[in-house]
């Protein structure tokens, strides 16, 4: 079966530090992966999406992702993060079907001072 | 600022009532999308339209009731809601069928 699983339900990170949020994915071939990142009270943004070549792809507001296709993963990564970094964040996956995003549970990350 | 417009942001509700919910985008996209989305949970799709033709319907309770007049509009008519339909329902559209979604804010729905 198809699925895609965030391991971390939450993390807390200080503010300045890095993040790695991750995401493991089981399709049957290559799908399109994304990160959305959601704000409280907010839609879904767009922060990256890999479809195929560099696995390394850069997004917004600093973020970048690693596509490893042994590992079956798309980790999302930021060198420093910001207070407004607070957010849920889901990766996604597609299928070949109009608008049929598989997304993870998503994991929401916390920003101390 | 978002391109995808949903109006109301908040609606409140009895069970008997009638409301719609709107959703409009300007950006030319082909397919548009319902979104339900329970606190602390993932969204989960409701339906989409590609080509201003319903393409997905997933299993959703005759409740609720989608249309889309033009290739800009999504409307969700709601009828007869429970409580448990209280949420936060996102409009999304999209370009292709890649799985590259632009959501609105969402309209958050409480039923009384």
């Known amino acids: 079966a198809q699925s895609v699983t965030q391991p971390d339900i939450h993390i807390t990170v200080s503010e300045g530090a890095s993040l790695e949020l991750r995401c493991n994915y089981s399709?049957?071939?290559?799908?399109?992966l994304f990160w959305y990142v959601q704000s409280p009270g907010q839609g879904l943004q767009l922060l990256l999406k890999y479809f195929s070549g560099d696995t390394l792809v850069q997004g917004i507001k600093g973020f970048e992702a690693e596509f490893k296709r042994s590992q079956s993963s798309f980790n999302l990564r930021k060198p420093s993060v910001h207070w407004s970094d607070a957010a849920e964040y889901f990766c996604?996956?597609?299928?070949?079907?109009?608008?049929?995003?598989?997304f993870g549970a998503g994991t929401q990350v916390v920003v101390t001072p | 600022d978002t391109e995808v417009t949903q109006t109301p942001k908040h609606l409140v509700m009895g069970m008997t009532n009638k409301k719609s919910l709107k959703c409009e985008q300007h950006m030319g996209h082909r397919a548009m999308y319902w979104y339900k989305q329970k606190a602390k949970k993932p969204p989960e799709l409701m339906f989409v339209?590609?080509?201003?033709?319903?393409?997905i319907n997933e299993s959703v309770p005759s409740r609720f009731s989608p249309e889309c007049p033009n290739s800009s509009l999504l409307n969700l008519h709601l009828h007869a809601l429970q409580p448990e339909d209280s949420a936060l329902y996102l409009c999304?559209?999209?370009?292709?069928?890649?799985?590259?979604?632009?959501f609105g804010e969402g309209s958050r729905l409480t039923v009384l």
């Open positions: 399709y049957g071939a290559t799908p399109y």
């Open positions: 339209y590609s080509y201003e033709k319903l393409s």
């Open positions: 996604a996956v597609s299928s070949d079907s109009w608008g049929k995003l598989q």
């Open positions: 999304a559209s999209s370009q292709d069928n890649t799985g590259e979604l632009f």
